[in-house]
């Protein structure tokens, strides 16, 4: 069983900066591949970064340069830094693990409002 909860979400003015945390909790199985999704009112969910058990990352185009994704392996936690937050980057944003032998879990979302 995989429990994901994320928290750091809120309001933040344009230009400003917040830091995402999700903690999954694991029993039996192996967290491979960490990330974090976004979906804005209207719009598909989007992976915005991901970051696998050895440290390689992987950014959308959109937050490049301006948010950093990271993790602990030993308090399976996954970690999103935004910077330079902009009212684009409004939105619900997931968590999202993948596991060994195979499958994945998502979180119940976090709410991030960029607005002056």
């Known amino acids: 069983q995989v429990q994901l909860v994320e928290s750091g979400g809120g309001l933040v003015q344009p230009g400003g900066s917040l830091r995402l945390s999700c903690v999954a909790s694991?029993?039996?199985?192996?967290?491979?591949?960490m990330g974090w999704y976004r979906q804005a009112p209207g719009k598909e969910r989007e992976l915005v970064a991901d970051i696998t058990r050895g440290g390689s990352t992987n950014y959308a185009d959109s937050v490049k340069e301006r948010f950093t994704i990271s993790r602990d392996n030993a308090k399976n936690t996954v970690y999103l830094q935004m910077n330079s937050l902009k009212s684009e980057d409004t939105a619900v944003y997931y968590c999202r693990i993948t596991h060994l032998p195979g499958g994945e879990v998502w979180g119940q979302g976090t709410l991030v409002t960029v607005s002056s």
């Open positions: 694991v029993r039996f199985f192996v967290i491979n591949v």
